[in-house]
């Protein structure tokens, strides 16, 4: 999403009603580096944010806009927000925030209706001087004597400013997940139109469950509304999804936005994002988690539909 609307977005304070911080966590120095210093305690980003410095000459910068979440108790029709969205009602409320240096946690937060959760943020430079990291492991568990089902959507605009300072050049493909053992990842930052993006100066979005669905926004530059828009409703991506906004409950669909042969890579540059669903039926008294992880550095071509897990890279 454009630097410009950064200043506007940060004049909503009730955006942060619910949520602890900013937090500066970091991993690393140098090349390989990776460093957040506007992350909140529900696990939303607010940017330009996530400095990283790949290896090599290409002078290190930003890399997220935005990173949200939500999460739909469909059972009992309840939606909880991470975001800066005001229109997005009630915020994911905190529970005992703990943090350190490369992360924090968020224990004991109350979803209602016998549901509970809990937020771990981790970073890791699994390969220094080359590849980092972030994870954010939501745990959800049912304290009902009923099955619930829970919908998880998280939402990572990235803006890569590695090789030009501009946010709308940048690549998105859809891949096969192996971190979860199933499903689709997607990959964005720079890379070539219809065919891939650079892990070295993109980053792979992936999921430790198998996701319902995956959607590669790729806005692009011509009549630009910016991929966040999408998350938040307002212009052209009505009807794409996820539809998050108070009156429709949201759904992705398993593409990438303007790959017009289906290929699993958008057609042109644009302004990218990538949107995994995760849908759980948590049985009574259970409490699964769900990890996301974002990598960025890993050296590798990310093409359509390929098995490429970032952390088997290391």
């Given at each position: 999403?454009?630097?410009?609307?950064?200043?506007?977005?940060?004049?909503?304070?009730?955006?942060?009603a619910?949520?602890?911080?900013?937090y500066?966590?970091?991993?690393?120095?140098?090349?390989?580096?990776?460093?957040f210093?506007?992350?909140?305690?529900?696990?939303?980003?607010?940017?330009?944010d996530g400095?990283?410095?790949?290896?090599?000459?290409?002078?290190s910068?930003?890399?997220?806009?935005r990173?949200?979440?939500m999460?739909h108790?469909?059972?009992?029709?309840v939606?909880?927000?991470?975001?800066?969205?005001?229109?997005?009602v009630?915020?994911?409320p905190?529970?005992?925030?703990?943090?350190?240096?490369a992360g924090f946690?968020?224990?004991?937060?109350?979803?209602?209706?016998?549901?509970?959760g809990?937020?771990?943020?981790?970073?890791?430079?699994?390969?220094?001087?080359?590849?980092?990291?972030i994870?954010?492991?939501?745990?959800?568990?049912?304290?009902?004597?009923?099955?619930?089902?829970?919908?998880?959507?998280?939402?990572?605009d990235?803006?890569?400013?590695?090789?030009?300072?501009?946010?709308?050049?940048?690549?998105?493909?859809?891949l096969?997940?192996?971190?979860?053992?199933?499903?689709?990842?997607?990959?964005?930052?720079?890379?070539?139109?219809?065919?891939?993006?650079?892990?070295?100066?993109?980053?792979?979005?992936?999921?430790?469950?198998?996701?319902?669905r995956?959607f590669?926004v790729?806005d692009?530059?011509?009549?630009?509304?910016?991929?966040t828009?999408?998350?938040?409703?307002?212009n052209?991506f009505?009807?794409?999804?996820?539809?998050?906004n108070?009156?429709i409950l949201?759904?992705?669909g398993?593409?990438?936005?303007?790959?017009a042969?289906n290929n699993?890579?958008?057609?042109v540059?644009?302004?990218?994002?990538g949107?995994?669903q995760?849908?759980?039926?948590?049985?009574?008294?259970?409490?699964p988690?769900?990890?996301?992880?974002?990598?960025?550095?890993?050296?590798?071509?990310?093409?359509?539909l390929?098995?490429v897990?970032?952390?088997?890279?290391?």
């Amino acid at each position: 999403m454009k630097r410009i609307l950064f200043s506007f977005c940060l004049a909503l304070p009730v955006a942060f009603a619910g949520a602890a911080g900013p937090y500066s966590i970091s991993v690393g120095s140098g090349a390989g580096s990776l460093a957040f210093t506007n992350i909140f305690s529900d696990g939303q980003v607010i940017g330009d944010d996530g400095m990283f410095d790949p290896e090599g000459a290409v002078i290190s910068d930003y890399t997220v806009y935005r990173n949200y979440f939500m999460i739909h108790n469909v059972t009992d029709n309840v939606t909880f927000w991470a975001d800066n969205v005001a229109a997005h009602v009630p915020e994911i409320p905190d529970g005992t925030v703990a943090t350190n240096p490369a992360g924090f946690t968020n224990v004991g937060i109350d979803f209602g209706n016998n549901l509970a959760g809990s937020l771990a943020v981790t970073m890791a430079q699994p390969a220094p001087g080359d590849s980092a990291g972030i994870q954010f492991t939501w745990n959800i568990a049912n304290l009902s004597a009923t099955p619930k089902a829970v919908r998880i959507i998280w939402f990572m605009d990235v803006d890569s400013y590695l090789a030009s300072n501009a946010y709308d050049d940048d690549m998105c493909v859809r891949l096969a997940n192996t971190f979860g053992g199933g499903g689709s990842a997607i990959a964005v930052g720079e890379g070539t139109p219809n065919t891939s993006v650079n892990g070295a100066l993109g980053v792979l979005l992936e999921s430790s469950v198998p996701a319902t669905r995956v959607f590669g926004v790729a806005d692009p530059p011509t009549g630009s509304y910016g991929s966040t828009y999408y998350w938040t409703n307002e212009n052209n991506f009505v009807g794409l999804g996820p539809e998050v906004n108070k009156e429709i409950l949201p759904s992705i669909g398993n593409t990438v936005q303007n790959d017009a042969d289906n290929n699993g890579a958008a057609d042109v540059a644009g302004d990218v994002a990538g949107a995994t669903q995760v849908d759980l039926m948590i049985a009574p008294s259970a409490a699964p988690s769900v990890t996301f992880q974002a990598v960025w550095g890993t050296n590798v071509t990310y093409s359509p539909l390929s098995s490429v897990s970032g952390w088997m890279l290391y």
